[in-house]
């Protein structure tokens, strides 16, 4: 069974400083995609960026961007010049097989600071 | 665009009742997914649709059943509540390429 560990549960970042979330996962496929969603406190997931295993390049998002580890199983997210708006819980999820199903990490809490 | 509708989005039951939460989807989608959250564990998946017509368990499946009615719609049912299912609950489509899109949730407890 495919696993995700968030080692982080809270995380505060300064407005406009850059903050690193880190992901970690446990998988026997070889296909597979990662996400990283948002979760402001209206509850609403919302997607933020997401990286195919086969694409070697690490995907980008405007301020997010991703650093892609295949070999070391890691999937950590990078908010540069983070903003009040970016407040909320980040979970990390995987997909892989066919019925794309979402495992997910338990969340890492961010905080910014004005 | 309504995207994924949820409902009711608040519901308080007592031990023992039962309810239906409903799923729509307006995206013409083939998945659906349901999804449970409790605090510090992250998204749980309860069942899932691959297509009209199938229905999957996922990880946390006991105590609930679901209905794949349609293309549209994916309901999850409680029949007979317990504590233990007081939770928030998403329901999610996908057009068959990983990009879930979720509904807004429904928070329920269970007393």
């Known amino acids: 069974a495919q696993t995700v560990t968030q080692s982080q549960p809270e995380m505060s970042v300064q407005e406009a400083e850059t903050v690193t979330l880190s992901c970690t996962y446990d998988?026997?496929?070889?296909?597979?995609?990662l996400f990283w969603y948002k979760q402001p406190p209206s509850r609403q997931m919302i997607l933020v960026i997401r990286q195919e295993a086969y694409k070697q390049q690490n995907a980008t998002e405007n301020r997010f961007s991703v650093n892609f580890q295949k070999a070391a199983k890691s999937f950590s997210l990078k908010i540069s010049d983070s903003q009040l708006g970016d407040a909320a819980m980040y979970f990390c999820?995987?997909?892989?097989?066919?019925?794309?199903?979402?495992?997910f990490g338990k969340g890492t809490l961010l905080t910014v600071n004005p | 665009n309504a995207g994924v509708t949820q409902t009711p989005k608040f519901q308080v039951l007592k031990t023992g009742q039962s309810m239906t939460l409903q799923c729509a989807q307006d995206m013409n989608h083939n998945s659906m997914y349901w999804y449970r959250q409790d605090p510090g564990m992250g998204l749980r998946l309860i069942y899932y649709?691959?297509?009209?017509?199938?229905?999957d368990k996922g990880e946390v499946p006991n105590g609930y059943n679901v209905s794949r009615l349609n293309k549209r719609e994916f309901s999850l049912r409680l029949e007979s509540a317990a504590p233990s299912q007081t939770s928030v609950y998403f329901c999610a489509s996908s057009a068959g390429d990983p990009k879930d899109t979720f509904g807004s949730g429904t928070r329920l407890t269970v007393v």
């Open positions: 998988t026997s496929e070889s296909d597979y995609y």
């Open positions: 649709s691959a297509s009209e017509g199938t229905t």
């Open positions: 999820a995987y997909s892989g097989g066919s019925n794309y199903k979402l495992t």
